[in-house]
């Protein structure tokens, strides 16, 4: 189509203080639903906790709700709660949170409009001889449009909304004030060094220009492997809010779930194949887990990578450490499993036994599929409920007021959320093959 007409969505707050407006609605509306909970409580004679009134359902339902609205940072933010903190949340939070993880309400057509002419001039439909009005996904940051170019070009085009990066500092020191009056976290933790990198990570996640790039690199490095495929990158529609790239066929992975069991296992080898590669051949991860990043085409039986925002570089120094953590998983070493801990900077030499008791056996289940001979059964293990219940002890255990280095945190969102796409297609994939080859 050649012009756009009106569409359903929702506008994006795009001003700074339209968004501050919508947090202090979001701390104000907390804080009613708190009295209301607080008075039912002391009329049946209880003594509620502030946590407890803090952490009701009703709350998280309002912080989930009001974080999808606003998209951007702060459902990003949430987003990454939701998936790499689910042993600090606690499960009411973190289980509505993870609703944040479906796809985002698209903006409406006139801001649609406004920010295609902001990139591209007031005739940027001109270029194309279709632009398909509904996006074909929305996310945290932006959506994505399939269209045509007059030269001939099919093309997935993803736009970021409005003021996205602009609000980024603004979002997460609001969503970290929010946390620390929920008091989920011990007050002991510092937050700073995760705040900050979380500013920088959303803000080259932000830069699509940048992306372009990390989507260049990793089709050179996937060129000639018949087993995954990278979009063309086409910079010359590329902007630091608008990224185009070649449209490709495919279902989501997650749709596979009732494909034939040898379909299963073989999209998440790939995938699993895939994580090793990119810690030890590339030095280059791509590491946002979120299902929605990939396609599987069933023709060609290849599997189509799509987001490349949150890529980093991986240091060889870092990925030997890991590589002995591993080595050391896979023969249950546990006197070795604490030197590679501390060598990664898990804990250190002064931290009480029972704590690095407590991250070695988190370390000893994480590391179960690697050691396992044969095909691991993804769909009939409870290596998940094993690892939260590991990591409820972590959270329990208050004077453990320790985060880990940034890369491991990336590192092991990135595993788990493989393993967690994994369990989902109840996949059967030899993970002690794909790893033997690099231990």
């Given at each position: 189509m050649n012009d756009i007409d009106d569409t359903d969505g929702s506008a994006v707050p795009s001003h700074r203080l339209s968004r501050l407006a919508r947090f202090t609605g979001l701390a104000g509306g907390i804080a009613g639903n708190m009295a209301v909970e607080g008075a039912r409580q002391l009329a049946r004679g209880n003594r509620p906790a502030l946590s407890d009134l803090l952490l009701t359902p009703a709350n998280a339902r309002k912080v989930a709700d009001q974080l999808a609205s606003l998209?951007?940072?702060?459902?990003?933010?949430?987003?990454?709660?939701?998936?790499?903190?689910?042993?600090?949340?606690?499960?009411e939070l973190a289980e509505v949170l993870s609703r944040l993880r479906a796809s985002a309400e698209p903006m409406p057509s006139a801001q649609l409009r406004r920010v295609m002419s902001d990139n591209w001039g007031r005739d940027w439909l001109r270029k194309f001889a279709r632009f398909d009005v509904k996006p074909i996904a929305a996310a945290s940051i932006g959506q994505v449009h399939r269209a045509k170019t007059r030269d001939g070009r099919d093309l997935a085009v993803k736009i970021q909304y409005p003021g996205v990066r602009e609000s980024i500092d603004s979002d997460v020191d609001n969503l970290a004030t929010l946390i620390k009056m929920a008091g989920v976290l011990p007050k002991e933790v510092d937050v700073a060094p995760l705040l900050a990198e979380a500013k920088r990570q959303l803000k080259e996640e932000a830069d699509y220009a940048c992306e372009g790039n990390y989507l260049k690199r990793y089709g050179t490095l996937l060129a000639n492997d018949p087993d995954y495929l990278v979009p063309a990158f086409h910079q010359d529609l590329t902007t630091q809010t608008v990224l185009s790239m070649d449209y490709v066929d495919g279902v989501p992975v997650e749709s596979l779930i009732d494909a034939p069991q040898e379909e299963r296992d073989h999209v998440v080898?790939?995938?699993?194949?895939?994580?090793?590669?990119?810690?030890?051949?590339?030095?280059?991860?791509?590491?946002?887990?979120?299902?929605?990043?990939?396609?599987?085409?069933?023709?060609?039986?290849?599997?189509?990578?799509?987001?490349?925002?949150?890529?980093?570089?991986?240091?060889?120094?870092?990925?030997?450490?890991?590589?002995?953590?591993?080595?050391?998983?896979?023969?249950?070493?546990?006197?070795?499993?604490?030197?590679?801990?501390?060598?990664?900077?898990?804990?250190?030499?002064?931290?009480?036994?029972?704590?690095?008791?407590?991250?070695?056996e988190v370390f000893d289940i994480g590391l179960e599929p690697q050691r396992t001979t044969g095909p691991f059964d993804f769909g009939n293990t409870d290596l998940a409920e094993r690892l939260r219940d590991k990591g409820l002890e972590v959270r329990k255990d208050r004077d453990f007021a320790h985060l880990p280095p940034i890369d491991s945190l990336y590192l092991h969102r990135k595993f788990g959320g493989t393993y967690l796409l994994a369990s989902r297609l109840k996949a059967r994939v030899d993970v002690e093959s794909i790893a033997s080859q690099y231990l």
């Amino acid at each position: 189509m050649n012009d756009i007409d009106d569409t359903d969505g929702s506008a994006v707050p795009s001003h700074r203080l339209s968004r501050l407006a919508r947090f202090t609605g979001l701390a104000g509306g907390i804080a009613g639903n708190m009295a209301v909970e607080g008075a039912r409580q002391l009329a049946r004679g209880n003594r509620p906790a502030l946590s407890d009134l803090l952490l009701t359902p009703a709350n998280a339902r309002k912080v989930a709700d009001q974080l999808a609205s606003l998209r951007g940072a702060a459902m990003k933010v949430g987003q990454l709660l939701s998936m790499d903190a689910g042993e600090l949340l606690p499960p009411e939070l973190a289980e509505v949170l993870s609703r944040l993880r479906a796809s985002a309400e698209p903006m409406p057509s006139a801001q649609l409009r406004r920010v295609m002419s902001d990139n591209w001039g007031r005739d940027w439909l001109r270029k194309f001889a279709r632009f398909d009005v509904k996006p074909i996904a929305a996310a945290s940051i932006g959506q994505v449009h399939r269209a045509k170019t007059r030269d001939g070009r099919d093309l997935a085009v993803k736009i970021q909304y409005p003021g996205v990066r602009e609000s980024i500092d603004s979002d997460v020191d609001n969503l970290a004030t929010l946390i620390k009056m929920a008091g989920v976290l011990p007050k002991e933790v510092d937050v700073a060094p995760l705040l900050a990198e979380a500013k920088r990570q959303l803000k080259e996640e932000a830069d699509y220009a940048c992306e372009g790039n990390y989507l260049k690199r990793y089709g050179t490095l996937l060129a000639n492997d018949p087993d995954y495929l990278v979009p063309a990158f086409h910079q010359d529609l590329t902007t630091q809010t608008v990224l185009s790239m070649d449209y490709v066929d495919g279902v989501p992975v997650e749709s596979l779930i009732d494909a034939p069991q040898e379909e299963r296992d073989h999209v998440v080898t790939l995938l699993v194949k895939l994580v090793f590669r990119e810690m030890f051949d590339f030095r280059l991860m791509q590491t946002d887990p979120n299902f929605a990043n990939y396609r599987y085409n069933r023709e060609t039986r290849k599997l189509v990578l799509l987001d490349f925002g949150a890529t980093r570089e991986i240091a060889p120094a870092f990925a030997e450490k890991y590589r002995q953590l591993m080595i050391a998983g896979h023969n249950r070493d546990h006197a070795a499993i604490r030197e590679a801990a501390i060598n990664i900077g898990f804990f250190d030499e002064a931290t009480d036994p029972a704590h690095q008791q407590l991250m070695a056996e988190v370390f000893d289940i994480g590391l179960e599929p690697q050691r396992t001979t044969g095909p691991f059964d993804f769909g009939n293990t409870d290596l998940a409920e094993r690892l939260r219940d590991k990591g409820l002890e972590v959270r329990k255990d208050r004077d453990f007021a320790h985060l880990p280095p940034i890369d491991s945190l990336y590192l092991h969102r990135k595993f788990g959320g493989t393993y967690l796409l994994a369990s989902r297609l109840k996949a059967r994939v030899d993970v002690e093959s794909i790893a033997s080859q690099y231990l």
